[in-house]
């Protein structure tokens, strides 16, 4: 038989060294006497030692038991503090984190989180590069992503953050001397401002109206005078009255609810959603 003590024994066995007698410390760990007894007397034979003095009433330890609790009891302290620690790391992250989002939006909604975090984890040093043109999911230069639209990749770990709608607006100038489109095909006749990003369509506007089994996209190839890649640049070109442009809520709402803004055509959005991206 092995002479190896297993782990349960240290804790029954400084349990029973601090206890009067065999009865009491069968109480505590709420086991009967005779289990106490047994317990003990196998550790014993198979240690080949005697760890306890029995007596009628009290007991005491042998030189051998007084070992055996004296490291039994540093043992058990160490495998707390072990825990301890272990808890402590897992509830405080560290190490290298680094991001990568589209720039309007890193700029405008992932800075001020990434700010937020790291007040909050000072241990995490957070890399956040912005992106006109985002690399691929693929690259492994970056351990979260933030991106618009559905995974490309079925191996992709994606979570969604929130929906996005984007909007048909223009400044009420504008509107004032151009007047305001009643339907998606008469954008054709007013000045659009382009924005050329990704890997979108340029100048080619997909409004969905309706929902369910109604709702229904249609194609509008529209003109303008201006272009940019920029989408704050064009957002100020629309303030300025140069035309209708189209952009994510999260981008003109402030405009949108002061006025400096107006909405066209309500009834038509260009779908899109944002995901959380983390490769897998």
């Known amino acids: 038989m092995s002479a190896s003590l297993q782990p349960a024994e240290l804790g029954f066995f400084t349990q029973l060294a601090s206890s009067p007698s065999l009865s009491a410390a069968g109480r505590d760990m709420g086991i009967t006497t005779a289990a106490v007894s047994k317990h003990l007397a196998q550790m014993e034979k198979r240690l080949g030692v005697a760890l306890v003095n029995r007596t009628t009433r009290r007991m005491s330890l042998t030189p051998e038991g ?13 495998i707390d503090d072990l825990q301890e620690l272990l808890s402590s790391q897992k509830g405080t992250p560290k190490g290298l984190l680094r991001v990568n989002a589209t720039l309007g939006f890193g700029r405008s909604h992932v800075s001020p989180v ?8 000072p241990d995490v040093d957070v890399q956040l590069q912005l992106s006109v043109n985002p690399p691929p999911l693929s690259d492994d230069a970056f351990d979260v992503c ?3 639209g559905e995974p490309p990749d079925a191996r992709v770990i994606a ?3 929130a929906p996005n ?3 048909l607006c223009a400044s009420p100038d504008y509107l004032a001397r151009h007047g305001h489109p009643k339907e998606p095909r008469d954008l ?3 000045n659009c401002i382009g924005i050329r990003q990704g890997d979108e369509a340029y100048g080619l506007w997909r409004l969905t109206t309706g929902r ?3 709702e229904h996209t249609e194609s509008i190839k529209t003109r303008g005078n201006v272009t940019t890649n920029d989408g704050e640049i064009a957002v100020n070109w629309a303030l ?14 402030r405009y949108l609810a002061s006025g400096r803004l107006v909405q066209v055509l309500p009834k038509g959005a260009s779908r899109n959603r944002p995901c959380g991206m983390m490769r897998g």
């Open 66 to 78: 007084e070992v055996l609790v004296e490291h039994a009891r540093r043992i058990l302290r160490e």
């Open 114 to 121: 990434v700010s937020r975090f790291v007040q909050q984890y």
């Open 146 to 148: 933030i991106r618009f």
């Open 159 to 161: 979570r969604r953050v």
């Open 165 to 167: 709608r984007r909007v």
């Open 188 to 190: 054709m006749s007013h």
């Open 212 to 214: 369910g089994a109604k």
């Open 240 to 253: 300025d009255g140069l035309g209708i442009v189209m952009r994510a809520e999260w981008d003109v709402n």
